[in-house]
């Protein structure tokens, strides 16, 4: 699978925007209006959802896709289209250029990271997923990592197998491989930092990076950048619910963690 669909230019500073929106803050009627931001075809994906809260976050991060990307490119959202590659990956096909983006959703939140210069792959997961186990992750974890687990107890033994996972799902999701990958190849830092490739073949450049990011005290979030750790990226952070409540004006936009 080629990872190279999207190449920087030397020395340009790759813009990279990560939006979230926090469903559970959401009432009926902003629910309606986020649904009436999606494609027909996206909106017919979203009644197959017979549980209202992954209807929601599937919604959501469709209309915060439409959004974030129309702004970014100067484009009504509804003119946007979207395919789906192969392994599930989905990626902007009208208009065709150099941004590329992910979506994901987990706990509360939905969210859309866009690139412009690189894959980007993203994932957020509740801090205290108690899904999440070593014996669940056995086989997808390095060594190293899993000591990184075992060396804590209680709820931060959680937070570090959460951790852990997010940024193995992030790059993997740049990918588009997806749990086909060598995970336990791809080792992942605890905080921001390289994640070195060379165990995914074609994967390039070989070493990328990874960001970690808090949207709120309750998830934990990772963005994975096809991007050399020494390239110049600009990394912005929204919060768009209150885009979405009662379409009042955008929240400023935070800080990565
Ligand atoms: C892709 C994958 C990592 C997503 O993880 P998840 O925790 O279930 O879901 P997330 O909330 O993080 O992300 C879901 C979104 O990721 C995107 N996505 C789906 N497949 C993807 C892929 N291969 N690469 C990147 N993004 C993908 C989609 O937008 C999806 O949402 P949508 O279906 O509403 O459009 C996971 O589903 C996966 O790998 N599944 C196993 C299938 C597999 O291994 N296939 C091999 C080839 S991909």
Redesign the pocket.
Known sequence: MSVARVKPEISRIVGVEVWFCSVDDLNSVDHEQVRSLLSSDEQARNRRFLVDHPRHL?AA?YALARHAIGRRLGLPPAELRFGRAP????FLAHPRGMLDF?????GGLAVCALADGCRV?I??EPADRPELSLELLDGLLAPGERDRVTARQGSARQEALVGLWVGK?AV??A??????LPLDRLVVPEGDGPVTMTAVAGALPPVWRLHRLRPDRRHRMALALALAPDAPAAISFHDATQVFRGHRPPAASAGPA
Do not use: C, F
């Open positions: 599937h991060a392994g599930g990956r989905p992910n979506l994901a959703h987990g792959g994932d957020v799902e993997a999701k990918h588009g491989g997806g749990l086909s």
